[in-house]
């Protein structure tokens, strides 16, 4: 086999059954007996490399010229090779590069463990880079060191929806085969990476705030429970940092955030995991507008940033994320969509009249805001595709949001809404702690008639208020969701390195 030799075109195989992974198993069980007794060591140790794949291809002129040597480690994804000469494939997280490898280089022995490889094999190569006739960057080795002897075959077959829930449950498996997945999680840590550098940038102070709360608030969410022995108490997994963030800003810390991990012991779709991570932000001495120009100097930046660009595709449709985004009030948008105008109705009757006209449900225990909120969420979110900023939340669905001046059955709230989903919720925060206190009373009722999202009693975050709560905007920014959008990613799966899932 000659430099120039091409690689031969994959065939499409059927998954193997579990019979023939086990027989594949034994088979490369054999194999690293064989290479213990030959003298090579299947679990190597430390390996000092100098180069990845791309490193090689960026920089192959120098090395070339110079005669560099260079060590790259990784996993062999094809073997190929007859008599004296053989071809390896090597994958690290930069990609792939080829391995040429001669008999009379690395010497009959050295050679031979050609035969006891296998693809997975994870190996070290040292040797010097050289472009084949036909054009492709390889290394020739000089040396070739075994570092882990894959002991399971990679499935032959991968992409495709049969094979959807086995990739979330064996991820490393999905991030092996499959370079657009990794992709996807090294663009996910550089929108993080973004998100906190603007925020940085802009004086606010990352903290970290308790993740088992005594008290489930914050959202209207149901959490998870769980029991601390020591202290003899219910403990629940947070739904949201919001009342923890919003006691710094009583204590003048005056800009905060807090990027990390919530709990809701809710459904689970492509949109909803019970795990996700979300960014809340609190800005003393600001409303809510200042928050939605934050939001969208956030998610627009960290666009340009990641991809280069505010125009995104995503699901076939593009998407222009560019400021400043549209906005409606939730009544505008119902009578936008629907030609059924809530303005100044405050009569229960006439508000069921309306939604019936428009077969929209609505429990009993729903007041007129509640009926609105069901309106909007029955025939306007999903028609929401470029970046939109809905506003004018009734105060029954908002029992933290500051109340509107114009009208104190509205708040001052906002969510955006990009190809028909919620990518935030942000608000001027209530810091009347009298109003507070009463709209906390309000949910205990609605929890005790059977409402299990309503938020509970906090009465020191009630006296936290009466310390004092500057003006104050917040805002929390779904990360996951936007990873979803910068990625172009169908699921909310496909964006978590490990979904929950219902066991086997």
Known sequence: MSEETQKPQAEEKEPLT?????????????????????????FGHKFVWTHHAKDVDEQLEALEAGEVEVKLAGRVMAIRGHGKTAFLDLMDKTGKIQIYVRKDVLGEENYALIKMMDIGDIVGVTGTAFRTHMGEISIRATGLDVLSKSLRPLPEKWHGLKDVEMRYRQRYIDLIVNPEVRQTFMRRSQIIKSVREILDSQDFLEVETPIMHGIAGGAAARPFVTYHNALDMELYLRIAPELYLKRLIVGGLERVYELGRVFRNEGIDIKHNPEFTMVEIYQAYADFNDLMALTETIVSQTAQKVLGTMKITYDGTEIDLTPSWPRLTMIEAVAKYTGVDFTNVTDLAEARKMADSINVPYEQTFGVGKIINACFDEHVEDKLIQPTFITGHPKEISPLAKSSEANPEITDRFEGYVFGRELCNGFTELNDPIDQKERF?????????????????DEDFVTALEYGLPPTGGLGIGIDRLVMFLTDSDSIRDVLLFPHMRQK
Do not use: T
Request: glycine content about 4%; aromatic content about 2%.
């Open 441 to 457: 009373l309000k949910q205990v009722e609605e929890r005790n008639n059977g409402d299990e999202e309503a938020n509970m009693m």
């Open 18 to 42: 579990e019979i023939e992974i086990n027989e594949q198993r034994q088979v490369r069980i054999d194999k690293m007996h064989k290479m213990v007794e030959a003298g090579f060591k299947p």
